[in-house]
């Protein structure tokens, strides 16, 4: 009974570190089919729960601090099917080290998609990554996300390094459009990996690009408090809706109307110059983000 009642023990500090199941689901499978002799010499099942959760605990604060000490335990590497979930690990050696997470189901339903949206985060991103960039596809008028990229940094060469990665990986690809979020570094990726794809900028982060800049300049509390100013400023990001041949014309008409209604100040000259520079171009410069 004695070396039951060990052997037990033994599982279940075992699977406390290698399982993701419930503490209290994991006690009661570890104790199923156990003899009631052994039983006895056991802690009660709440003791034992709470050795599960301070084992993981114990677990989670070994935290690496390099990207050659990430270990990934062998319960995360596939899914419920199973399917291998680590698509790709270029190694502990490489001092830029590349995890993408992606099933074989999933990779190929990205590889059928003419749509793709990338998106990187930075929340959600490992403290060793600089940022978890995913890639979404369109099935049937829904934005799934398919393939996870834990990335090193947010370089050019980072992002054609992944994109060659996951070609190399992947079956025929039909991608035909790709969205962004207006990084230079991440279009120049795709153009160079994808030649012939269209690469557009995504709406929510092109707007969300605006009302930063009317924030740090010190435009937000009027256009907050003032209808028909407000109106006004998002009438440049209702540009993006016009025709690629009139926008010009249109971004000069809102221009003199904001100086001439709303005021020649400083901080409406500085909104037109980043809204130019950035987003419009002029005769003799290229818009950073041209249309």
């Not at 990934?72 to 790709?88: A, G, H, K, W």
């Not at 509390?221 to 407000?230: L, M």
């Not at 440049?236 to 001439?260: H, K, M, Q």
């Amino acid at each position: 009974q004695l070396c039951e009642s060990a052997r037990i023990k033994a599982d279940i500090r075992k699977r406390a570190l290698s399982s993701a199941e419930s503490a209290r689901t994991l006690v009661r499978e570890c104790l199923a089919g156990a003899s009631d002799a052994a039983i006895v010499h056991l802690p009660e099942d709440t003791s034992m729960t709470t050795t599960v959760k301070r084992s993981r605990t114990d677990q989670a604060r070994r935290l690496p601090h390099t990207l050659a000490e990430i270990e990934l335990p062998q319960v995360l590497t596939s899914t419920d099917r199973p399917e291998n979930f680590v698509m790709i690990d270029t190694g502990k050696e490489d001092v830029e080290r590349i995890i993408v997470l992606a099933s074989r189901t999933d990779l190929d339903r990205l590889c059928t998609c003419q749509t793709w949206l990338a998106d990187g985060t930075f929340k959600a991103s490992p403290e060793m990554f600089d940022q978890l960039w995913v890639l979404h596809g369109i099935v049937h008028n829904r934005v799934l996300p398919f393939v996870y990229c834990l990335l090193p940094n947010r370089t050019e060469s980072t992002y054609i390094r992944v994109l060659n990665l996951i070609k190399t990986a992947a079956s025929q690809i039909m991608v035909e459009l790709v969205i962004t979020d207006f990084e230079k570094a991440e279009e120049n990726a795709f153009r160079s990996t994808f030649p012939g794809v269209f690469i557009h900028g995504c709406f929510f982060h092109f707007s969300q690009s605006v009302w930063r800049s009317i924030q740090s300049l010190g435009l937000g509390i009027r256009y907050k408090d003032d209808v028909e100013y407000n109106m006004h400023l998002r009438m440049f990001v209702a540009l993006s809706f016009c025709d690629i041949l009139d926008v010009p014309t249109r971004f000069n008409l809102l221009a003199d109307e904001l100086l001439n209604v709303y005021g020649a100040t400083r901080e409406h000259e500085a909104f037109i110059e980043y809204f130019e520079n950035t987003w419009v171009g002029r005769r003799r410069r290229t818009a950073r983000f041209s249309i």
